[in-house]
């Protein structure tokens, strides 16, 4: 009698619930939408099933700190910090504003326009 392959057929995965409603999401899907441990997932009731979804707890306007490049910048500094460099200290806001200026290759009065000063 020659062996029957047998075939992968997907299937649906099920995970029980425990003690407090706890239940754990497997392993594969925490991998395929790179969920990590501590991550929030929004709760709903759509159709008489349970929707997980992954949610962000930044807010839109805040995301830019938490980008890749940002966040070297802050490991940069904190880096500086322990070592016990210092960044430039000025003496009053308008020393400040003109060293602004020069970096971005400003005149200091567009400076001021923007920051509405």
Known sequence: MADLKR????HLMSTPVRKKGVVTIPQEIREQLDLQEGDQLVVAVEDGRIVLTPASV?????AWFWSGAWQQK????DEAIAAGERGEVFQDGDTFLQSLADEAGLDVGEI???ADV
Do not use: A, C, G, L
């Open 74 to 77: 802050e490991h940069e500094v």
């Open 7 to 10: 075939r992968r057929r997907p």
């Open 112 to 114: 001021k326009r923007r």
């Open 58 to 62: 930044i807010p839109d306007d805040q």
